[in-house]
């Protein structure tokens, strides 16, 4: 090298955006994982609620102001909490979350899944979720699910304020049909299965439908919980199965 030349090195590389790191990560995990197309502060986060385990982060450390989530959903009904690692940009987090229609209560008692940090690089990460947790995090949900069941191939339907259905569900094949082929959302904040916000009462009836025939013939039953309220009772969202005997509550 001549005097006076210097080396130009290349500058480091940023961390990908966690929107980007999000759907990037999920791309490369087995299963068809599905990121939620939107970003929420944790400080705000009803979701955070639902975390299993936080793996190396305190759980004080969600009061943080100016950190933002996003969620990863898979079809059978497990979830990922996926956030920056405070103070390491060059690492995010990814967290299991509880499983579909599960409180923290149907999981007292077992060994959580434990979250961890990951390198902020989507294919290593992927690496390291599938190779530390993802098979752990499936088996210990069974337990949870099992806890979680009122009765053997039951699940619940109540009605939020928008008037459409919110499913609790707690069977993987069930959650499947609903999550890929029903057109329902896993909600990160209760764990319930429901249909998009954009979706008009008319094609929600018809989504909810044949969502319900279909999970009847599959041998499932679905309790109906009428609004105890009923100024806006969603009848048209009643299947003729509504009228036999409900089913039993939680």
Same mark, same amino acid.
């Not at 502060?41 to 450390?61: F, K, T």
């Not at 009061?63 to 898979?74: K, M, N, P, Q």
């Not at 319930?192 to 499932?220: I, M, Y």
């Given at each position: 090298?001549?005097?006076?030349? @210097?080396?130009? @090195?290349?500058? =480091?590389e940023?961390p990908?955006p966690?929107?980007?790191?999000? /759907?990037?990560?999920?791309?490369?995990l087995?299963?068809? %994982?599905?990121p939620?197309?939107?970003?929420?502060?944790?400080?705000?986060?009803? /979701?955070s609620?639902?975390?299993w385990d936080?793996?190396? !982060?305190?759980?004080?450390?969600? =009061?943080?102001?100016?950190v933002?989530? &996003?969620?990863?959903?898979?079809?059978?009904? !497990?979830?990922?909490?996926v956030?920056?690692?405070?103070?390491?940009? =060059?690492q995010?987090?990814?967290?299991?979350m509880?499983?579909?229609g599960?409180g923290?209560?149907?999981?007292t008692?077992?060994?959580a899944?434990?979250?961890? /940090?990951?390198?902020?690089?989507?294919?290593?990460a992927a690496a390291?979720?599938?190779r530390?947790?993802?098979?752990d995090?499936?088996?210990?949900?069974?337990?949870? %699910?099992q806890r979680?069941?009122?009765?053997r191939?039951?699940m619940?339907?109540?009605?939020?304020a928008?008037?459409l259905p919110?499913?609790t569900?707690?069977?993987?094949?069930a959650l /499947?049909?609903l999550?890929?082929?029903g057109?329902?959302l896993?909600d990160?904040?209760?764990g319930?299965? @429901?249909l998009?916000?954009d979706?008009s009462v008319?094609?929600g009836?018809?989504?909810?439908?044949?969502?319900?025939g279909?999970?009847?013939?599959?041998?499932f *039953?679905?309790?109906?919980?009428?609004?105890?309220?009923p100024?806006? *009772?969603p009848?048209?969202?009643?299947p003729?199965? &509504?009228?036999?005997?409900?089913?039993?509550?939680?």
């Amino acid at each position: 090298m001549s005097p006076g030349t @210097h080396t130009i @090195h290349p500058p =480091e590389e940023l961390p990908l955006p966690l929107p980007e790191f999000a /759907a990037a990560l999920a791309e490369h995990l087995p299963g068809r %994982w599905l990121p939620d197309p939107t970003t929420t502060l944790i400080a705000d986060d009803p /979701a955070s609620n639902r975390i299993w385990d936080s793996g190396p !982060l305190p759980y004080a450390a969600f =009061e943080t102001g100016d950190v933002r989530r &996003a969620v990863l959903t898979s079809p059978h009904g !497990l979830q990922l909490y996926v956030m920056p690692r405070p103070h390491r940009p =060059e690492q995010y987090l990814v967290l299991p979350m509880l499983p579909a229609g599960t409180g923290h209560q149907h999981v007292t008692g077992l060994r959580a899944p434990r979250g961890i /940090a990951v390198p902020a690089d989507p294919v290593r990460a992927a690496a390291a979720v599938r190779r530390r947790f993802l098979v752990d995090y499936r088996h210990r949900s069974l337990p949870a %699910w099992q806890r979680a069941t009122p009765a053997r191939l039951h699940m619940e339907v109540r009605f939020g304020a928008d008037v459409l259905p919110r499913i609790t569900c707690t069977y993987g094949r069930a959650l /499947a049909h609903l999550l890929t082929h029903g057109g329902f959302l896993l909600d990160p904040a209760t764990g319930e299965c @429901h249909l998009p916000k954009d979706v008009s009462v008319e094609q929600g009836v018809r989504q909810f439908h044949r969502s319900v025939g279909r999970l009847e013939s599959l041998g499932f *039953t679905v309790g109906i919980h009428r609004p105890i309220r009923p100024a806006r *009772t969603p009848e048209r969202f009643l299947p003729p199965s &509504a009228n036999r005997p409900q089913g039993r509550g939680r």
